[in-house]
């Protein structure tokens, strides 16, 4: 079934291109989102999420997977503000500053996932980031020049990452699995936008090999502990997105770029690349009060086994998670939802939805490496989406995550949460 899909996806998407993000631009009145303002606005977004599991956070020390056990948490993800600032008309300055579980500093975190122990690891969470902070300057409404911090579109979710345009109390599972999210990194971009088209193409700093890791594949080697950011190999990014057909939105996003020079210690990696291989397709469907999307990501990773001995040998103390990293990376997932107030003709909007995921952080492994089924997920959940105003919403959701086709323990969640996203003051 997975390789159907998978097919089927990069069919798709092969034959149709890439599709204009509708919160990012409109391209019918030519007015691209990054200069729909006069000099200046602020603004930002937000998430408040409350999770009840039914099981235990370890699965990977008892043989039958997660134990029972019942624990809930009630955070704030992230809190963002952004302000954007006209030096003139064809100038523009964008910031992003996001705050993540609601406080700065370092924090502690169990980790589970090296060989079934119990661990403690310094991480950056509960920090201030800067998410954004670029230049852009425009030459036409089909050629701008930007430079500085900035997002990496590759995946729906990292394209389309504020909480109001997803379902769900969470961002998807596969995504944030596999990739950095919400991915930035600093370099420079060509970005423009045709009626029915947008395109984005960047060099940026690449990863930092010291964080791969079998649970996040390259998702945690997004540089940033150190104070300095290795940009000996960079990497090249990009994506497209068509939006010809009133309400279709498809995208194709794709990264490459060696990590073995980003380490800290590159010397470590002689005569190695570790080349980062992802591509990506994605859609989205709205109209008749449906909205319906899709995507697909599969990553390859090029001397995955000899990073995993380095990193087991030389970078215990780095902070990192150490551990195996696979060759290959999977995910592909489908939502859909259906406004059943559209029958009242109300102003606001309540959409029931089911989301289906697949993700495998180890879907295949070079010969030598060890395999481990725990990494294979397939996640349902069904919830609503109740948006009292285009850009709030409450949401509720319970999902079931399957462990390698129900061969260990299943995992439930049940959550709630609130999100917005809003220009408070324009000018």
Known sequence: MKYLFSFLMVFFVSSNSVLLAQNHSDTTKMVPYEWAFSKYRFGGYGEILYQQHNYGANRYKDPAGAPKDSRAYLTIPRTIFAVDYKFRDDIVLGTEIEFEYGGTGSAMELEYSEAGEYEMEVEKAGEVVLEQFHITKRFANWLNVRVGHIIVPVGLTNAHHEPIFFFGTTRPEGEVALLPSTWHETGISLLGYLPSWRYELMLVNGLDPNGFSTANWV?????????????????????????????????????????????????????????????????????????????????????????????????????????????????????????????????????????????????????????????????????????????LVVKADYSIRRINEGKYNSEHTFGLGVAYMAWFVTK
């Open 219 to 391: 998702g945690s080697g997004k540089q940033g502990i150190f104070e300095q950011i290795t940009a000996t190999n960079p990497a090249f990014a990009g994506r497209v997105e068509y939006t010809g057909v009133k309400g279709l939105r498809v995208g194709a996003s794709g990264y490459y770029g060696n990590s073995a020079k980003n380490s800290s210690k590159p010397q470590a990696f002689t005569g190695l690349k570790g080349t980062v291989s992802i591509l990506s397709g994605d859609l989205q469907y709205q109209g008749h009060n449906v909205i319906a999307r899709a995507n697909y990501i599969y990553g390859n990773l090029a001397d995955s086994k000899a990073i995993s001995d380095i990193n087991y040998l030389s970078f215990k103390k780095t902070g990192y998670p150490i551990t195996e990293v696979a060759k290959n990376a999977l995910t592909y997932a489908a939502e859909i939802g259906y406004n059943v107030l559209s029958f009242w003709d109300a102003k606001e909007k309540l959409y029931p939805f089911v989301r289906y995921e697949y993700y495998n952080t180890a879907e295949a492994v070079e010969a030598g490496a060890k395999e481990n089924p725990r990494y294979k997920r397939d996640l349902t959940t069904f919830g609503f989406n109740y948006n009292l105003l285009p850009n």
